[in-house]
């Protein structure tokens, strides 16, 4: 009896030596190395602002005398919006109407009556006085024939001289009014015509404006999203009555550091993080401001997203994250299973043979520096120190020694997230 109480407590003490000399073995979680797209991304907060918009300014000062629409409206470019009380407007441009039909006919006569008839009276009072001159002349010979035949008196001879001198003047005066007529009269009797129907146009056109601007009309398609106004208030010119905004399509605007927007160019696929929307939008890139921005030495990066349903709203704050580059089959690990010591050096715990053990089964985590590359949300592109297939320790890493004994736990690949 003595002898087997020995034997089982010597057996008891061998046990619990063994038990005692045996690493423990840790239960971590498998991951296997594999290939997939992953993204390089440039993440963000960003303002909406809407693809277009107006403040609708009136440009005279005049009670509204009656609004056409709300705000909520959804309107056309070229749309009547309102109307300002315009009859003293009207007044005026009838008016100023009147002025323009009267000129019109003015310049009609001039151009097709009044001048041809002066030149025609004109060309007239010439040959009467060419006719005169030469009557004179006629009576001024026959006077001083009689008169050096001793048949006349000098004074008889000397009155023909004068009436012959007066006719004389007449016919030149004549003569040089007719060839004014033709030479300058003409154009600038129908240059004063024209310079006074023009006159009378721009009044006019003047008091139409003036009219013109009494009606309110949008310049963009849009929906109203401003409306300060009721009817009969003073809407004063400069200040403005409406607003417009085109939301079919907003632009999310963020300023990005200049080192991660030189990484961006239009084109680049985005999505953004909207408050209160399950899903994320589609968008775009359109714009990387080619300047710094002076304040905050960042560059602004401008999106583009469709807005069916106007769900989103200017002036929200969203989050983009923007495709920089797309890099296919890329070594791909889950973040958690890096580890970065304090020098900046990173490794992973590698799944691998125990070389200290007979039994070919038990499996080592065997810590292993490797060289990443860009990050893909939860994961990592691997540059160097692995290959495909290889299986590495995503949860529980943290604090294991190296070579330490490991659970055989079934490996759960990387899935190839093959991006399209």
């Not at 041809?116 to 004179?136: G, Y």
């Not at 154009?187 to 139409?208: D, H, I, N, P, V």
Request: proline content about 5%; hydrophobic content about 40%; some cysteine.
């Amino acid at each position: 009896m003595t002898t087997v109480l020995v034997s089982a407590l010597g057996m008891l003490l061998a046990c619990s030596g063994t038990a005692k000399d045996e690493a423990p073995v840790v239960p971590v979680q498998l991951v296997q190395v594999a290939k997939a797209t992953l993204e390089q991304k440039v993440t963000a907060d960003a303002v909406l602002f809407p693809i277009a918009q107006s403040a609708i300014v009136p440009k005279i000062s005049a009670p509204v005398q009656k609004f056409l629409v709300n705000r909520g409206s959804h309107v056309r470019a070229g749309q009547l919006l309102a109307v300002l009380e315009n009859r003293d407007l009207a007044a005026a441009a009838q008016e100023n109407k009147g002025s323009y039909d009267q000129a019109q006919a003015q310049y009609a006569t001039t151009t097709a009556a009044d001048l041809p008839a002066e030149i025609q009276k004109a060309q007239l009072d010439a040959q009467a006085a060419k006719q005169q001159l030469d009557a004179q002349q006629k009576v001024y010979d026959s006077r001083q024939e009689l008169f050096q035949q001793g048949a006349l008196p000098r004074k008889e001879l000397d009155q023909a001289g004068v009436d012959l001198t007066n006719a004389r003047n007449q016919y030149e005066i004549a003569q040089k009014h007719l060839d004014a007529l033709n030479a300058v009269g003409k154009q600038q009797t129908l240059k004063s015509a024209k310079g006074q129907l023009e006159s009378a146009q721009g009044k006019y056109q003047g008091a139409a404006a003036q009219l013109g601007y009494s009606e309110v009309r949008s310049p963009i398609n849009g929906i109203i999203t401003d409306r300060p106004l009721y009817p009969g208030e003073m809407a004063a010119a400069g200040t403005p009555l409406l607003t417009v905004m085109d939301i079919s399509t907003v632009t999310a605007r963020a300023h990005i550091p200049q080192q991660s927007a030189a990484l961006l160019k239009s084109g680049n696929k985005a999505k953004i993080t909207v408050p209160g929307l399950d899903q994320p939008m589609t968008g775009k890139v359109s714009l990387v401001s080619p300047a710094l921005d002076t304040n905050s030495t960042t560059v602004e990066v401008w999106m583009q997203i469709e807005n069916p349903g106007e769900k989103l709203k200017p002036g929200t704050t969203v989050q983009v994250s923007m495709v920089a580059r797309s890099l296919p089959g890329a070594l791909a690990v889950p973040a958690a299973a890096l580890l970065t010591a304090p020098d900046g050096i990173t490794s992973v715990m590698v799944e691998s043979t125990c070389s200290d053990s007979k039994n070919a089964s038990d499996r080592c985590a065997l810590q292993k520096q490797v060289k990443t590359g860009i990050r893909d949300g939860d994961r990592v592109q691997i540059v160097e120190g692995l290959h495909e297939g290889d299986k590495v320790v995503a949860s529980g890493a943290y604090g294991l020694p190296d070579k330490s004994r490991i659970t055989t736990a079934e490996a759960k690949p990387e899935a190839k997230n093959e991006k399209e």
